[in-house]
């Protein structure tokens, strides 16, 4: 018996670039969990090559399986996971906002465009930018969600991929060092609310060769759990 496919055509927007001319990954993640009609279950994001910006790209759903092609070439691959995802300990939004003044990226940023992180206008970009939260061994951000990130059903799993993604990168990143995501698993419990206040928060745990791996969350001013993550990221040679 075969399984019929799912298709839909893709394009990513200019605007959702992390590095200059692809789109950011963790904006892809959230864009590929949000395929699956389950949002509460996580999600392992691999990406297998940069996707490209305004481009018709082909997603598709088969079975438990979500890929997203350009032409013959496969770009990203979701598959759902029976698990739930640890988190970095809660960081009050008050301390979250005030570690972002020691934020690596203001000292020198190597994707100063990318849409999550990135020195972008306010209402453009996400404005994230996590520094070291005194007398924890996390970093933190203090995120007030744009109204501009909104769609018609509220804010969008992309949204919430791309905040998880680069926290965790930076839990690791010294001024003017990168990387670039290989794979995003995230879990979101509830809504992100436009206008709202939220922590973000990342833990570094651990190193094997050129990969970097990290845990990231976002939580609600009192402390309920709104997403996690945990991602792997590939360093340059």
């Not at 670039?17 to 959230?30: K, M, Q, Y």
């Not at 404005?127 to 969600?145: H, L, M, Q, Y």
């Not at 060769?209 to 590939?234: C, H, M, N, P, Q």
Request: charged content about 20%; some cysteine.
């Amino acid at each position: 018996m075969t399984t019929a496919a799912l298709q839909t055509v893709l394009t990513v927007p200019e605007r959702f670039r992390g590095p200059v001319g692809v789109a950011n990954g963790g904006w892809i993640a959230g864009t590929m969990a949000d395929a699956f009609n389950d949002n509460r279950s996580a999600v392992e994001v691999t990406l297998h090559a940069p996707t490209p910006l305004e481009t018709e790209l082909r997603l598709e759903h088969v079975a438990n399986t979500v890929t997203l092609s350009d032409g013959d070439r496969l770009l990203v691959e979701a598959i759902p996971v029976a698990q739930d995802l640890d988190a970095p300990e809660f960081v009050p939004f008050k301390d979250a906002a005030r570690a972002e003044a020691g934020f690596a990226g203001w000292k020198g940023h190597a994707f100063p465009e990318c849409f999550a992180c990135g020195l972008r206008e306010p209402g453009d970009g996400l404005r994230v930018f996590p520094g070291p939260v005194e007398g924890k061994d996390v970093v933190a951000a203090g995120w007030r969600v744009p109204h501009t990130v909104v769609d018609e059903d509220g804010v969008p799993g992309s949204i919430v991929g791309a905040v998880l993604d680069c926290i965790t990168g930076w839990a690791h990143f010294q001024p003017g060092e990168s990387a670039l995501l290989g794979r995003l698993t995230l879990q979101i419990h509830r809504r992100v609310y436009p206008g709202g206040a939220y922590s973000a928060v990342a833990r570094a745990t651990g190193r094997e060769g050129r990969k970097l791996f990290g845990e990231s969350a976002i939580y609600e001013v009192d402390g309920t759990l709104v997403a996690a993550a945990r991602a792997t990221w590939i360093a340059p040679r």
